[in-house]
């Protein structure tokens, strides 16, 4: 099964989030909890993350796309 968090990101290092979210069972929950994101500076960007799960571990975590919050 497929789960999607939310990652800030700085935008000029994209090794160095500054914040990561709960993992949600929906790309849609994900985007919804980000929405409630009122305002990022310039400098950060917000990214939907994914992996896949088997059980209590996942594997690869992978950028799925960067967020227009």
Do not use: H, P
Not at 48 to 60: I, K, P, R
């Amino acid at each position: 099964m497929k789960k999607y968090y939310i990652e800030i990101v700085y935008r000029f290092e994209t090794d160095s989030y500054i914040m990561q979210s709960v993992w949600f069972d929906t790309e849609e929950k994900a985007i919804e909890w980000a929405k409630n994101i009122n305002y990022v500076i310039d400098s950060y960007d917000v990214y939907l993350m994914s992996a896949e799960w088997q059980g209590d571990t996942y594997s690869d975590i992978l950028v799925e796309r960067i967020l227009e919050i």
